[in-house]
């Protein structure tokens, strides 16, 4: 009787890799985590973070009622630092000038009145429109020395001098525009009236 074959058992090496794979996805998994967790607590649960400021501002809330009423105390002080500001403004005008002296002032208007005399026999020679243009720079010249700051010793008598020049070059003009002539003995008169006062 012929028995069966035996089925030979034959160790054969297994194909299944090892299961390194998933191991490493669970540590790179719990290295994220880790992360996450670290990247959470540094933004928002460390001291100074942007959630802990709310409180300080809750604290703040019933505190700023006492300082509302703190400040409503120095609002009439305020009032009254204003009324300290209103003085201060006599202080930004300019001290007065010096006062200068007659040869100071005699060097600022020296050429303009030798130019009043010069100008008037110019005038008295000509006629016209001519006569006009240089009467028209005499009047010129007699306001700066009218503007010009005469030593507080003849002050007085070069304002009225000053004055009086300028009112005898207008009547000149009028006379020299109707053309009912060029007279300049007022005008000169006037004129050196002014030199006298600061000794030309």
């Known amino acids: 009787m012929m028995s069966e074959p035996q089925p ?62 703190a400040t409503a105390a120095p609002t009439p002080t305020a009032t009254v630092s204003s009324s300290p500001e209103a003085s201060p403004t006599p202080i930004d ?4 000038a010096p006062d200068p002296s007659i ?11 030798d130019d009043a ?10 006629s016209g429109q001519d006569a006009l243009s240089v009467i028209d720079n005499l009047r010129g010249d007699a306001q700066r020395l009218a ?21 005898r070059l207008t009547d000149l003009r009028q006379a020299v525009s109707s053309g009912s002539g060029t007279s300049v003995e007022a005008a000169r008169s006037a004129a050196q009236h002014l030199r006298d006062l600061v000794g030309i």
Do not use: N
């Open 117 to 126: 005399l010069t100008g008037l026999d110019i005038v008295s020679d000509s």
């Open 147 to 167: 503007e010009a700051s005469a030593p507080s010793s003849i002050s007085a008598d070069w304002r009225s001098g000053v004055s009086d020049y300028g009112d």
């Open 93 to 96: 005008t300019p001290p007065p």
């Open 8 to 69: 030979e058992y034959v160790w054969a090496h297994s194909e299944d890799k090892p299961k390194r794979g998933r191991v490493w996805l669970i540590v790179v998994l719990a290295v994220v985590a880790v992360a996450i967790a670290a990247v959470v607590f540094w933004l928002f649960l460390r001291p100074g973070a942007p959630l802990a400021q709310p409180t300080p501002t809750s604290s703040a809330t019933p505190s700023s009622s006492p300082p509302a009423t």
């Open 103 to 113: 040869e100071a002032f005699r060097g600022q208007v020296g050429g303009w009145l």
